[in-house]
């Protein structure tokens, strides 16, 4: 298998580094990175990821659960959620419109791996 190509829809600097530095070194490829949701709508549609990495408070005008059901209603797309407030966001009507996954923050670079690999399947390289 192949890695994957994924989206990173992040608008806090280190952490989006941190994930594209992850997603790299377990074999996938971040396609880019996005900090806003109207952003990650558009950075999808040109990109068309295998999967996206999607913050639930993001800058701007759409929050990453909007941006996430626009991307999905043009092109089905898995959505792992990154989320500080993990408890409430769990309580939310968002996990009814997209039942992928929700890893709370900080997280580890197994819990990315993890994720990723209960979705898309095993990459060919692990972590040292």
């Known amino acids: 298998m192949t890695g994957k190509r994924i989206l990173v829809v992040e608008d806090e600097f280190i952490v989006a580094w941190d994930l594209q530095n992850i997603l790299r ?3 996938h490829v971040p ?3 996005a900090t806003s949701g109207e952003e990650a ?4 549609a040109e990109t068309l990821p295998d999967l996206v990495l999607m913050d639930v408070q993001l800058d701007g005008e759409i ?3 909007a941006a996430s059901m626009e991307i999905t209603r043009v092109r089905p797309v898995p959505i792992v959620y990154l989320t500080a407030y993990s408890e409430s966001f769990l309580k939310g009507p968002s996990t009814m419109v997209h039942p992928y996954l929700c890893i709370a923050k900080p997280f580890s670079a ?3 791996q993890t994720a990723i690999e209960s979705i898309i399947g095993v990459p060919q390289v692990r972590p040292n």
């Open 110 to 112: 197994a819990t990315i």
């Open 25 to 27: 070194r377990i074999g």
């Open 41 to 44: 709508i558009r950075m999808a």
């Open 31 to 33: 396609i880019g990175c």
């Open 63 to 65: 929050d990453g659960v």
